[in-house]
Structures are given as structure tokens and as C-alpha cells.
């Protein structure tokens, strides 16, 4: 078998994307022992960069091991007792995703949906949690599905009216869009890395307060074989997943650092990484980024005749979707983007499979090149395959985009 050696694509779909080149190099740093200080110091570091990123001081701030799914399972399965209500709105793929966890822990599910394309108001939402009276709501941020960012901002009011537990899954969104995990009043959130905060899968940050804490705490029951005679058993029943145990694993986190799994140190090295790398720009700074990544990608898709999709008011910043125009095969220019210019942009699922491509901005590819090079790419594609536009306006129109901001920025620096 040959050495491994990927050609060198540039990831312009909707995640994974490529990683910042200093992720890589943590990644491929040696392991110490999972008890070793340095390691435990290491847990302790990603903690504290993490409560940053969410923007918390929740203490119960840490990684589940997994890809993003896991943080969503880990959440879920750990507050969720068989029977309870559950109020999931669907805008996208990922809000079913949502209902199917919250089914296969027994809850009692209650959705509500809006097309494709749009979000929810607060009244939609309040509305449904006087109805159904959820013990918990759970709602994705940015759904990479339809490219729309729902509002959180005034849930958590809402849901602290009620008496509900709110949990958000930010995976797509956190750290190319603003996330406030406080002062939203969010219970619990979980993440991944693949996106904005520039990492690879595997590893899914995830905070909880302490009304989530308490609430799982009485469901802890530590594993046979770990336990002593300190650990009593909580009064409520035992999480029904041992990987997902979320008092398990805060007592691996926590100064007991009771042994639960192995932790994946080199996902531990990478996750601490995407952090630094997040909090030495700015978490301000990065999600200015990547809105002009994003404006400047908008921008030129339109000069590309291309019809942007949904409610633009709430586009992610990271991410468009456009329609595939009706002359082209929409698999064909996928193709050709990938093998002749290495460029991936991505497909779309159920009820948009076939009608838009989704094109990313996000993490290491937030930049003007990879915003240019995709464009330029995507114009010869296109005009290759009988698509119609004004030749080169696309690019220039992503410069303009740059220009405008180099120059406000410029402004309100002087003002300053
Ligand atoms: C909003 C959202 N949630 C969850 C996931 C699932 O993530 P993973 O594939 O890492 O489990 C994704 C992946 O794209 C996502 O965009």
C-alpha cells in the first residue's frame, strides 16, 4: 500500500473543512499517560479555553469523545428519562436529527417544523411550549442542511418563564457566528470542531450549568469496578448509555478523575488547539471574518447568476446554499470542481438533494484566496457546462466586499 498522501483539496462544502495547520501539527504531538499531570493540566486547560469559547462560567465545560453526534447523545441521553416531554423545531436535517436521539432515549417528542429555507420567531416557539409543556426544548443554532441560523437570543427568557430546560446544538455555527451560552441562558450546549473552530471530527466541546448538573446528578450511578463506598447511587433512574453518562464523565473531568474512558488525548491536543487558535484572534475578529468570507461568497455567487437560497436575513455567515441552475447537472459541476480544480463544494439532502449546492467559508478556509480561487473555479465550470454570466464579475465583486471592509475597518480605527 502506498504512503498515505490525500491530494490537496481545498474543503469549500459545508464541513468538514480544511484545519488550521498549527490543529495538524498538535495532533501529531506524542501522548503522555492519561494521568499524568501534564495530561490532567492539559484537561484542566481545555476547560477553561472552552468556557471562553462558549462565552460561560459554567464549570461543567469539557469534551465528550465523538464526533459532534456525541455531544447531542451525550446531552440528550444523560437529562432524558423515558416518558419525558421534548420540544424539537426543525428547520433542517439536523433538527430531525435531534428528534430521532431524543426518540431513541423514550422521550415523548413534540416537533414543530418550518419549510426549509426559514427559522422560528420566539412567539412559534413559545407557543408550542405552552402547548406541549416540554420539560426540555432543543434546538440547533446553524443548520448546515439549509444554511439558517435560528435566533437564540430570546429563548432563554422564555424558556426560564416555563420552566424548561433549554439545550442548543451550535456545532455548525460557534465561532463564525455569535454564541452567548450565558447570557442566553442556555442549560447545556454541545459543539464540534469540523466547522468554524477549524478542526477535524472527533472530539465534541460540550457546557452545562448547574441547573443541568443537578438535574443529571440525580441519575448518577457510578460503573461497578470504579465505584467505592462514597458513591452513593442518585434517586432517579441510570443513564441508559455508559458512554454517554454524563456524571461518569464529569467525574473523570473532575478532581476525582474517577476512570471512565481512555481519553482521546490526540482529539484533546487538537480541541485545545482550535481554541487557542480562536481566542488569539478574537472570537469577535473571527466572526467578523468569516461574515465578510461570507458577504464576499454571496456576493460572488450572485455575479455567477446563481439564485442564493432561503431567508438571507438568516443566513449562517459561513455558509450559502444556491439553486442549481435547470441547464446544468449539478453532480457534473460538483465533479469537475473537485477533479479538475480540487475544489469540494457540497450536495444537499432531502428535500433540497438536487436543488442547491451548499458552498462554506469557515475555520482555515474564512480567507480571500479560497474565497477567489472557489469563485473563479466555479465560473469555469460553469461556462464550460453552457451556463450564461458576465465573465470575471465574480471575483471582482468578492474584492469589493473585501475592499468595503478594509476600508470601514480602516474608518473606525481612525475614529477610534
Ligand atoms: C448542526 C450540526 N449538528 C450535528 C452535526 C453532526 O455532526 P457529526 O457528523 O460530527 O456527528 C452536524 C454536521 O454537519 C451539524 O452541522
Known amino acids: ?136 426544548l432543543a434546538i440547533v443554532q446553524g443548520d448546515t442542511s439549509t444554511t439558517m441560523l435560528q435566533p437564540l437570543e430570546h429563548l432563554g427568557e422564555i424558556c426560564r418563564r416555563h420552566d424548561v430546560l433549554f439545550y442548543s446544538d451550535a456545532t455548525a455555527s460557534i465561532g463564525g457566528n455569535p454564541f452567548e451560552t450565558d447570557k442566553w441562558q442556555l442549560d447545556a450546549v454541545s459543539v464540534g470542531l469540523q466547522k468554524c473552530l477549524g478542526g477535524p471530527s472527533g472530539s465534541a466541546p460540550i457546557t452545562l450549568n448547574e441547573r443541568y448538573v443537578e438535574l443529571v446528578g440525580k441519575r448518577r450511578h457510578v460503573e461497578a469496578g470504579i465505584r467505592s463506598s462514597h458513591h452513593e447511587n442518585g434517586k432517579s433512574s441510570r443513564i441508559r448509555s455508559n458512554y454517554f453518562d454524563l456524571p461518569m464523565i464529569m467525574d473523570y473531568w473532575g478532581s476525582e478523575r474517577l476512570n471512565h474512558h481512555t481519553e482521546a488525548a490526540s482529539m484533546l491536543y487538537c480541541a485545545r488547539e482550535c481554541a487557542i487558535n480562536l481566542i488569539e484572534e478574537g472570537i469577535e475578529n473571527t466572526i467578523v471574518r468569516h461574515k465578510v468570507a461570507g458577504d464576499a461568497m454571496l456576493a460572488g455567487v450572485k455575479a455567477l447568476n446563481l439564485m442564493p437560497f432561503g431567508d438571507l436575513a438568516h443566513k449562517m455567515h459561513n455558509v ?97
Open 1 to 136: 500500500m502506498k504512503t498515505l498522501s490525500p491530494p490537496p483539496r481545498l474543503l469549500m462544502g459545508p464541513g468538514p473543512i480544511n484545519c488550521y495547520p498549527r490543529v495538524l501539527t498538535a495532533m501529531s504531538t506524542q501522548l503522555v499517560g492519561q494521568y499524568d499531570p501534564v495530561m490532567t493540566g492539559y484537561m484542566n486547560e481545555v476547560m477553561a479555553l472552552y468556557r471562553q469559547v462558549f462565552m460561560t462560567q459554567n464549570k461543567q465545560t469539557f469534551l465528550v469523545d465523538g464526533t459532534s453526534r456525541a455531544g447531542i447523545e451525550a446531552v440528550l441521553v444523560s437529562a432524558i428519562e423515558p416518558g419525558d416531554k421534548v420540544l424539537v423545531p426543525i428547520f433542517g436535517r439536523f433538527g430531525h436529527l435531534l428528534a430521532e436521539i431524543a426518540e431513541r432515549c423514550d422521550a415523548d417528542v413534540h416537533t414543530i417544523e418550518v419549510e426549509w429555507g426559514q427559522v422560528f420567531t420566539p412567539e412559534q416557539i413559545e407557543d408550542a411550549i405552552k402547548r406541549v409543556q416540554p420539560k426540555m
Open 320 to 416: 450559502v446554499g444556491v439553486y442549481i441552475p435547470d441547464c446544468v447537472d449539478g453532480e457534473t459541476i460538483r465533479h469537475q470542481m473537485l477533479h479538475d480544480f480540487n475544489i469540494e463544494i457540497g450536495t444537499s439532502f432531502g428535500p433540497l438533494q438536487g436543488k442547491i449546492w451548499r458552498i462554506g467559508t469557515m475555520g482555515y478556509n474564512a480567507r480571500p484566496d479560497a474565497v477567489y480561487q472557489t469563485l473563479q473555479s466555479l465560473e469555469t465550470v460553469l461556462r464550460r457546462n453552457g451556463h450564461a454570466m458576465p465573465l470575471g464579475e465574480a471575483v471582482d465583486n468578492a474584492y469589493a466586499v473585501y475592499a468595503s471592509e478594509h476600508s470601514t475597518a480602516k474608518n473606525t480605527d481612525e475614529e477610534k
